[in-house]
Structures are given as C-alpha cells and as structure tokens.
C-alpha cells in the first residue's frame, strides 16, 4: 500500500492518468462521429457509382446510334446500288433524246437522220466522181450514213464530260463556302448555277428550278446523273440522298466529297501522263503506213498506184486496213485506264 501510495503521488501517474482520460475522449468522440463518416464515404462512393454508370449508359447509347447510323447508311447504299444496277441492266444504251442532250445538241430524230444521209451521200458522190469501183463508194456511204454522225456526237459528248469534270468541284466547293457563311442551300445553288461555267453552270440551274417547282432536292438532284452517266454525279446525288434521309452536316458532307473529286482528277492527271508514252508509241505505228505510202506515191507513182488501180490491190488495202483498225483498237484497250 506504501508504495501504490508513492506511485500515484508521483508525477508519472499523473501523465498516466492524463494520457488516460485523453484517449477516452478520443474514443468517445470516434465512436459518435464514426456513422457520420461512414454515411458521407458510402454518399460519396454511390454518387461515383451513379455517375459512372450514367456516363457508362451515355457512351453506350452514343455507340449505339453511331452503330445504327452506320447501319442505315449502308442500307441505304446497298439500296441505292441494286436500284442503279437495274436501270443499268435495263437499258444499257441512254435513250436518243439523252444521247444528243449529253453532247449538248438539240438535234431530233429527223434532223439526226437528215445530216447522216447527207454526210454518207457526200462521201459516195467524192468517191464516184474520184472514179473508185463501185463496192468502195457503197462503203463510203455506210461509213457517211451511220459512222460519221455518231462519232461527230460521241466525240462532242466526251469533250462535254471532260469539261464538267474540270469544273465540277469548283462549283461543289461554292455551295460549301456558301452553307458555311450561314446561305440558304438554294442561294448556294444559285450562286453555283451563275459562277461555274459551262456545262455545270446550266446543269445546277436545273437542278435550282427543280427545286423551285417543289422537288426535294434529293429527288432533284437525282436527275443530273442521268443528264451527265459519270461517277462523280452519282457520287454527288448519293451524298445528298444519304444526307437527306440520315441527318449530318451538310457542308462537311459536300467538303469531303470536293476533296474526293480534286484526288480523282489529281490521279487521272497522272494516269495520263503515264500512258502518254504508249499513246505516242501507238500514234507513231499506227501513222507509218500511211506516210510510207505517201513517200512511195511522190517517189516511185508507178509502183504504188498498182495497189489503188487493180482489185488485187484494193483487196489487199481493205485487208491491211482491217487489221490495223483492230491492232489500234488493241492498243488503245490497253493504255485506257478506267478510275
């Protein structure tokens, strides 16, 4: 008992003692607070949980629409292509009247025929009165009446298509600038319609007055591959219908169509001038006889106009034409690249 009696009246039982009673309040206070904490950590964490389910949800849904967008846009190319394939394989060749518009005439029928007889009456009469027999004038006038025209039409044709390409994209990236300074589609258009030159200028005019009359522009639109068969007017009139029909930005729709256009053209540049060498090549086989024989005719008149004045020699000349036609015709399959 003496010394319980020192201990406690030592200093050290009084730090013990403190110690004590502060570890006590310490534990009291823990104790009463502790379901406080506990509550606002088990708040926190299920606001964590909530909104990072949300936003789990979010981007679910997000990828889902995207997904689903991509789905109806390839419907609707899937579409589009076995509608295209169709009329194709209905009717391969364009009709007259789409024929002579693509080339820029507004011949009719009567007036097609009219010049094809003229044209193969006025190669049989050169050809008579040059004194050729009379199987070489009846050639020359099936050549005049049926190859002459068509090519004539065919060549002015292809020289239209070549200048809408040049000019196409131009016109392409007016609507763009024009949609995205906040311009209506159809001030675009007009504004295209007056700018481009021709022939895409009058074609964006008659899509505009399409446009005017109530036609969708989708459906208006649709109108011009029709005018002009190439792949660039598809590829407009399928960008527009996928717009119309899955939402989108226009303007970017249109801008990446523009730059799709500039790489073709970029890259059939190049093309040309790859295959420019076999052309010359092909130019220069081709043109050699008919320089020989020029040469022999100022040379030697005798020994050449055997082939022109007896039958043997014209057989042989239609011969050697025959196969000359069908070796350029080889030549040019050849160097001809499609993009």
């Known amino acids: 008992m003496a010394d319980l009696e020192n201990f406690l009246a030592s200093p050290l039982a009084d730090y013990l003692i403190t110690l004590l009673i502060v570890i006590s309040v310490v534990g009291v206070t823990y104790s009463l607070l502790s379901p406080l904490l506990t509550k606002d950590k088990l708040g926190a964490r299920k606001e964590n949980l909530i909104q990072s389910s949300v936003a789990h949800q979010t981007g679910r849904s997000q990828r889902l629409d995207v997904t689903a967008r991509r789905k109806t846009v390839q419907d609707q190319l899937k579409a589009m292509e076995a509608a295209q394939a169709a009329k194709k394989k ?4 364009p009709a007259f009247a789409d024929w002579i518009g693509q080339a820029g005439l507004s011949w009719s029928k009567l007036k097609y025929f009219v010049i094809s007889i003229v044209c193969g009456i006025a190669l049989f009469s050169l050809s008579f009165l040059w004194g050729q027999p009379l199987w070489v004038s009846i050639a020359l006038l099936f050549v005049g009446t049926f190859g002459l025209p068509r090519f004539y039409v065919s060549r002015r044709r292809k020289k239209r298509f070549n200048q809408f390409l040049d000019e196409f994209p131009n016109a392409v990236d007016i609507i763009v600038r024009g949609i995205k300074s906040g311009m209506p589609l159809g001030d675009c258009i007009h504004i295209a319609s007056t700018e481009a030159k021709e022939p895409v200028g009058p074609e964006f005019a008659l899509v505009l007055e399409k446009m005017q009359m109530g036609v969708p522009l989708a459906e208006a639109i649709h109108n011009m591959p029709k005018r002009l068969p190439l792949q660039e007017t598809n590829f407009l009139a399928i960008v527009i219908t996928i717009q119309s029909q899955a939402g989108g930005s226009l303007a970017e729709a249109l801008g990446n169509l523009s730059r799709t256009l500039r ?32 040469m022999l005719y100022f040379v030697a008149p005798d020994y050449i106009t055997l082939l022109f004045e007896t039958d043997i020699g014209l057989i042989l000349i239609a011969i050697g034409l025959v196969w000359m036609t069908l070796g350029i015709l080889v030549m040019r399959k050849m160097i001809d690249f499609k993009i």
Not at 90 to 93: H, L, N, R, V, W
Not at 278 to 286: L, Q
């Open 90 to 93: 209905k009717s391969d060749k």
């Open 263 to 294: 790489q073709r053209k970029t890259m059939k540049g190049k093309i040309r001038a790859a295959s420019q060498e076999a052309k010359s090549s092909a130019a220069i086989i081709g043109s050699l006889p008919f320089l020989v024989t020029l």
